[in-house]
């Protein structure tokens, strides 16, 4: 018998999707578990949902908070829960039946704080996507400078859904407030704390990817912070490499180089001026790192071109980038 597992599932607005994410839990092999489903003040009448589906199950707790985003509800759902371990999944995605029973068997095996399982991507209709993160062929250890060296690279899985995590680790750490790409500040948090990450071959997590993913573009002119708090992201690992892992230091100029790409993808080019504070921080760091762009080993061919010619012209870049995409997507620019 293993210990007492805590799955917190942080809802808002998920009327659509949310049965199937909680009876892919209430299935699981492992039974000693406990769901917390954490309505972060939904509209849609989720509520009323959470509350048919905690009297089925009475393995289900159910409250309800004031909109706040995930990781207040996740937060909460960590002060309430009563597991020695603690597991989180997305109200929209869900999991496979002996997902929990593999990664307990691990932790019992290895004695290991974190147990990561791996995951694969669908869209709404259940087709596959392209894998994210590769799956290794068996059980690898990853000591934890070799994992934050993953995640540098962009090989790694830096969310906690695919995780099982010791409670303890969350003593002194909590899920960032009032930002994005928050998984990822947790966890580097808490990689300095432990010997590394035991992962799993297995894609039993399946994350479904929706039309309205809040980093997805509504209009021609909107834009998810997720693109500023992911370059806020790299700065502090510069910082945080520099003075623990100095050997990763060309790993995390290229993590730098890379967010700043994926920003000058996404950022409107209505938002690209000169009194766009951020947007004129972005360029700068490329016109100064036009050697690491050239040099660095861990950049692809494509990322350098799209970096070196970023920095000389990103207007004009964009507009052509936005052009071949509508070209690719069949659509008309006007």
């Known amino acids: 018998m293993g210990e007492k597992i805590s799955v917190i599932v942080p809802i808002y607005n998920s009327i659509d999707c949310l049965e199937r994410c909680v009876k892919s839990i209430c299935a699981q092999t492992y039974t000693d578990l406990e769901i917390l489903l954490i309505d972060d003040g939904s509209t849609d009448g989720t509520d009323k949902l959470c509350e048919r589906l905690a009297a089925e199950d009475s393995r289900i707790r159910f409250y309800r908070k004031e909109n706040?985003?995930?990781?207040?509800?996740?937060?909460?759902?960590?002060?309430l829960a009563k597991g020695e371990y603690l597991g989180f999944v997305d109200s929209d995605d869900y999991i496979e039946p002996d997902m929990y029973a593999q990664m307990m068997d691990t932790v019992l095996e290895q004695h290991v704080p974190i147990v990561q399982i791996s995951r694969d991507e669908v869209d709404e209709e259940g087709n596959r996507l392209p894998d994210i993160c590769v799956p290794p062929?068996?059980?690898?250890?990853?000591?934890?400078?070799?994992?934050?060296?993953?995640?540098?690279?962009?090989?790694?899985?830096?969310?906690?859904?695919?995780k099982l995590v010791k409670r303890e680790l969350f003593e002194n750490h909590k899920f960032p407030e009032g930002v994005l790409n928050e998984d990822f500040s947790l966890l580097v948090e808490m990689l300095q704390e432990i010997d590394g990450i035991t992962i799993l071959p297995g894609q039993c997590y399946h994350v479904v990817c929706r039309q309205e993913s809040t980093t997805r573009r509504k209009t021609q002119d909107s834009f998810s912070r997720v693109f500023l708090d992911i370059v806020d992201n790299a700065d502090k690992m510069q910082v945080l490499v520099d003075l623990n892992y100095p050997g990763l230091h060309v790993c995390a100029i290229?993590?730098?180089?890379?967010?700043?790409?994926?920003?000058?993808?996404?950022?409107p080019i209505s938002q690209m001026r000169r009194d766009n504070r951020f947007y004129c921080s972005?360029?700068?760091y490329l016109k100064d790192h036009v050697h690491d762009t050239v040099t660095n080993p861990y950049l692809t061919v494509k990322n350098?071109?799209?970096?070196?010619?970023?920095?000389?012209?990103?207007r004009t870049v964009r507009r052509v980038h936005a052009w071949k995409m509508a070209q690719r997507d069949g659509r008309r620019i006007h």
């Open 68 to 79: 706040g985003g995930a990781s207040t509800a996740r937060n909460m759902g960590i002060r």
């Open 137 to 162: 062929d068996s059980v690898r250890f990853c000591e934890a400078e070799e994992f934050l060296k993953d995640l540098l690279l962009h090989r790694g899985d830096c969310s906690f859904c695919t």
């Open 254 to 267: 290229r993590f730098n180089l890379y967010q700043r790409l994926d920003y000058l993808l996404h950022v």
């Open 282 to 284: 972005v360029t700068k």
């Open 304 to 314: 350098k071109i799209y970096l070196l010619l970023l920095t000389m012209a990103p």
